[in-house]
């Protein structure tokens, strides 16, 4: 077969042999990704809700942001997990894997084509796993059946053993739910009734273990109504008659009309059956289109259809591979004991690898050879099926694995075993089904941030390009937020609200894909990489060029060294978010590595690229990350633009401070989901000119920039800096537009405030609801009854008590830049820690003399306390968690949860300032919450609204209580600012701060 160009033009060039080959390429694919590394989608055709408009948009839209192509399921209406109806559906009356459907999917390998996408298609309707409604009772999986009667020997007997039976409904995993009556439960197949085949009768003593050579087969005796006669030799006798049965393992979650058998995939039989059929179809509707771009590829997804316990020549090929007759251990599947509990477990593990080398020698040789012939590749995820994955992986073109959203830990489970088996024998992509969601976490608050740690996580785990799941497909261009495949899936499509802003996000995946798909896998083996605790990497090589990708998994910066397995080497840093590569001059070499001085922001990810020679050492070191030692805050009144076509207000705001939405009065403001505009004029001091980043501080969710007509890009990682251009700021009139993007979720639970127009029906595990039936306003195109509401969807997580998601630009908004010269030198704190006691300095911070304190402003996000800025229990002489009743245990009574985005600044009003000895500062909490993470930045007199910065703090703790020192000794502070990163676990509880005045 000719494989398409696609897959393997990367991995040709990957293979050139020398240097500068090795680097060009290197250096090509991180400045322009190829195709091959733009991320994917799995595109969620959800039942009859398909328009020829909205495939055309759906891929139109994909192509526009990045991604490489995608992959289409044929899915019931709505997953609850399981399929479900949603009635009066405006939509024509699609079944999947009809002609009028196959005519639909024409349409979209016709569009990939024309936009130069990847299309692949599961092979049957649903997500698993392999077969359709076209497969008869005996090619669908089957399983062994048993009837027993007992009879007393010592003659001729005339036996008539009845056929067995079974359960109608299917023995699968998962229910389903039935249209009709709504019933959550395996569904009653009626081939379970009528479908049947004998295997054997045997006769075995009735009690007792069975000794092998106790077993006599009867099969022969037995005439076609199944009565046989039989010279029972003395003694009490069981008579056992095997058969087997489809086990009706429907695919799923389909439409109901498309649902039918899983084909039998330990039978070539079954499976070429199963295969001619689609394929067939494929070449009847779309031959002309398959190749890249197009239709490149069948996939079959997680297996979930449950392990068979039959086949039609389960008997032959048993004794072929395992070298015995499996007739007198039949006996086992009916609950008997051969010979002994050991050697019936022994027969266990036999039929179980036999069932093992049967998908491996049948099912995938056979999915790959039918292909193949139509010119198309194999994709699967094969983990979790009855086989050993090392044995399958091999086989296949593409190989998935699969990653969840939920989950401090990402893991690929069986997927582990996966992606050790594709790096030996070098397959060059190893995909994820990527951020599949629960719906815990994924409830329309999804972010490009929050994503990040899992994909980083993945990337560190040898996946190389994501399938993200799910983009569904959208029939009704306009109708936002829209389709959802139902409970499970993060939230990608075009009409997330963070559509546009997010593209920046699939460029960083795309460069990322596009380097860890370079060279080869090189495994980083025990003790030949270290790094502070929640760092991981990655190593690819090639023609004497090493590359890490390397990763913060944690959301507190991180500093520290970070030693490599290379020596004699130049490092350069490369940035996958911003596209930018520097050298490195601050680095050492011994015992053959090389020791860096790294630091990262929360989640931060760097590819370090070993490949230059060093020719001589550098006299004199440059930081590898030189400190924004000033910073100017802008302080200004801001004018805020909402969108009011999605219920914002319709005039121009205007505000003193910035603020969480959330927290506004103003219904439109509090609810609001979508693209604010913020504006500000700004002048600066001279000394200001040169700042050579805008940071914005905690931004919710994400951010466009432009400043003075220049667009600066999209923020919507930490550190949430744009650099600045030299000579882009002037001292007056500068301009700042900054278009702030939310999520779903406020609008969403908005729209719960207003009169209900759509009709529900809960979901069976509780994580929502889903639409009963298309609403007949909606089906017609009249006006909405509910004139309030904006969003429509097909699943509501919410209720009007449903908790809001931050959101907003909180800041603070500051120019910052490096100077080698500060009229402050930086101090260096100490930290003291006591273990087991919450409060164990309320002693000593009681002694301690205070200074008057000006004007105190606390911002950012107020995580677990009201929503209330007021630092008064950092001041209050008590370290304690109250001291009484529980009114005095209130969060904003007696401490305050500090992280990322929260700062405190601390004003005063002397004309000449104050003098101040030191600042200390107390936390406590049962666990690392009692660590302390902050910087300290002072402004004198001289210049008020100009910060230094003076102190970084890190001091971590895993319980008890913890006193940080800041020594300052300055006279002439205006004012003092305090910003605080998270801790190991988030937020820190601080009990007490403490202004230590000059003596």
């Known amino acids: ?91 024509p009356e699609l079944v999947a894997f009809t002609d009028p459907w196959w005519k639909m999917v024409r349409h979209a390998a016709s569009e990939s084509k024309r936009l130069g996408l990847d299309f692949g298609l599961g092979n049957c309707p649903g997500y698993e796993t392999s077969g359709g409604k076209w497969i008869p009772a005996e090619l669908s999986m089957q399983e062994v059946i048993s009837s027993k009667i007992r009879i007393e020997g010592g003659g001729e007997r005339v036996i008539a053993p009845p056929r067995p039976s079974v359960d109608p409904r299917a023995n699968q995993m998962f229910p389903v739910i039935h249209p009709q009556t709504g019933e959550v439960a395996a569904p009653i197949v009626e081939d379970r009734k009528t479908f049947y085949r004998d295997i054997a009768v045997v006769a075995v003593p009735a009690d007792g273990t069975i000794q092998e050579s106790q077993v006599i087969d009867l099969t022969s005796k ?96 048993f004794r072929q591979r395992r070298g015995y007759d499996l007739l007198a251990w039949l006996p086992v599947f009916a609950g008997r004991e051969v010979n002994s509990a050991e050697a019936s477990s022994r027969f266990r593990s036999d039929f179980k690898k036999t069932v093992a080398d049967l998908y491996r020698d049948i099912y995938y040789p056979t999915l790959k050879r039918k292909c193949h012939e139509a010119g198309i590749e194999l994709s699967s995820e094969p983990y979790g099926g009855p086989w050993n994955i090392p044995e399958i992986v091999p086989q296949l073109d593409r190989v998935l694995t699969e990653f969840w959203s939920s989950g401090r830990e990402v893991t690929l489970d069986l997927g582990n075993q996966l992606v050790e088996t594709a790096w030996k024998i070098e397959t060059p992509v190893i995909e994820a089904e990527a951020f599949t969601g629960s719906p815990e976490v994924s409830q329309w608050n999804e972010t490009p941030f929050e994503l990040k740690r899992l994909g980083d996580a993945a990337f560190c785990l040898g996946v190389n390009r994501m399938m993200l799941h799910k983009f569904p497909h959208q029939p009704w261009p306009g109708v936002k937020p829209g389709i959802v495949m139902g409970q499970w899936g993060t939230h990608f499509s075009q009409n997330q609200t963070w559509w546009e802003p997010g593209k920046a996000w699939v460029r960083y995946l795309a460069r990322s894909q596009a380097v860890l798909q370079w060279g080869k896998i090189k495994p980083l083996a025990a003790g030949e990489f270290s790094a502070p605790e929640g760092i991981r990497a990655i190593r690819r090589s090639m023609g004497g060029t090493e590359l890490f990708f390397v990763a913060n998994l944690t959301k507190r910066s991180v500093k520290g060294n970070v030693t490599f397995p290379i020596t004699g080497l130049v490092p350069e840093l490369w940035d996958p978010v911003r596209g930018t590569k520097r050298d490195l001059t601050d680095f050492t070499y011994a015992n053959g590595k090389t020791l860096i001085p790294l630091q990262f922001a929360a989640l931060e990810s760097f590819v370090l690229v070993f490949r230059k020679p060093m020719s001589a050492p550098a006299e004199q070191k440059a930081v590898n990350f030189p400190v924004c030692n000033m910073q100017f805050p802008l302080s200004g009144a801001w004018n805020l633009k909402f969108d009011p076509k999605v219920g914002g207000p319709e005039r121009l705001q205007s505000f003193a401070e910035l603020f969480d939405w959330t927290s506004h009065s103003d219904p439109a403001i509090r609810y609001f989901s979508g693209t604010a505009t913020y504006y500000q004029r700004f002048s600066v001091p001279a000394s200001a000119l040169i700042a050579q980043e805008l940071d914005l501080g905690a931004v919710h969710h994400l951010a466009h920039v432009s400043l003075n007509g220049k667009d600066l890009g999209v923020v919507w990682t930490a550190p949430w800096r744009v650099a600045l251009p030299p000579g882009l700021l002037r001292e007056k ?17 908005g729209d719960e405030q207003h009169p209900d127009d759509c009709e529900w029906t809960p979901g069976p595990r509780a994580n929502g609801k889903y639409l009963k039936a298309f609403p007949d306003w909606f089906v017609k195109k009249q006006k909405r009854p509910s004139s309030q509401r904006v ?129 200390q500062t107390f936390a406590g909490h049962g666990d690392a919450r009692a660590s302390q993470t902050y910087q300290v930045w002072i402004a004198l007199t001289s210049a008020p609204e100009q910060f230094i910065k003076v102190a970084d703090v890190d001091a971590i703790s895993d319980g008890g209580s913890s006193r940080v020192e800041v020594p300052l000794n300055q006279s002439k502070i205006a004012q003092v600012k305090i910003e605080f990163q998270d801790g190991p676990l988030g937020t820190n509880i601080y009990r007490e701060m403490i202004f230590v005045p000059a003596p």
């Open 791 to 919: 969003g429509f969807t097909t699943w509501n997580y919410f209720t009007k008590d449903s908790p809001l998601t931050s959101s907003g630009l909180l800041g603070p908004v500051r120019l910052m830049w490096s100077s080698p010269s500060v009229p402050i030198a930086a101090t260096v704190p100490t930290a003291t820690f006591v273990k087991d006691q919450q409060d164990g300095f309320e002693a000593d911070a009681v002694r301690l003399p205070r200074i008057k304190l000006g004007q105190i402003q606390e911002s950012g996000p107020f995580y677990d306390h009201t929503a209330t800025a007021d630092a008064a229990p950092l001041f209050n002489l008590t370290t304690r968690n109250g001291n009484g009743g529980g009114e005095t245990l209130r969060d904003e009574k007696t401490y305050r949860p500090y992280g990322n985005g929260n700062a405190l600044l601390v004003k005063f009003s002397q004309p000449d300032g104050v003098s101040l000895r030191e600042i």
């Open 733 to 749: 009139s500068n301009e700042l537009i900054i278009q702030v993007t939310n999520v779903w979720s406020n609008r969403l639970i």
């Open 222 to 317: 037995q005439d076609a109504k199944g009565q046989l006669i039989w010279q029972a030799p003395p003694g009490s006798w069981e008579i056992i008659r095997f058969g087997h049965t489809t086990m009706g393992k429907q695919i799923q979650p389909a439409q109901w009309d498309a649902m039918g058998h899983e084909c039998d995939k330990m039978n070539p039989k079954a499976v070429e059956f199963h295969l001619d059929h689609v394929i067939g179809k494929i070449r009847q509707h779309m031959g002309d289109l398959i190749g890249f771009p197009g239709l490149t590829n069948l996939h079959f997804d997680s297996y979930e259809a449950g392990e068979p316990s039959w086949t039609p020549r389960m008997r032959e090929e």
């Open 1 to 91: 077969m000719k494989l398409p160009v696609l897959l393997w033009s990367l991995h040709c060039l990957t293979l050139a042999s020398g240097f500068t080959q090795a680097n060009e390429l290197l250096d090509r694919v991180f400045a322009h990704p190829p195709q091959q590394a733009q991320p994917r989608v799995m595109w969620m055709w959800m039942g009859r809700n398909v328009t020829r408009e909205g495939i055309t948009k759906d891929l139109e839209a994909l192509k526009e942001a990045g991604f490489g192509g995608a992959m289409m399921f044929a899915l019931a209406d709505i997953c609850t997990p399981w399929q479900a109806e949603i009635a009066n559906s405006p939509a």
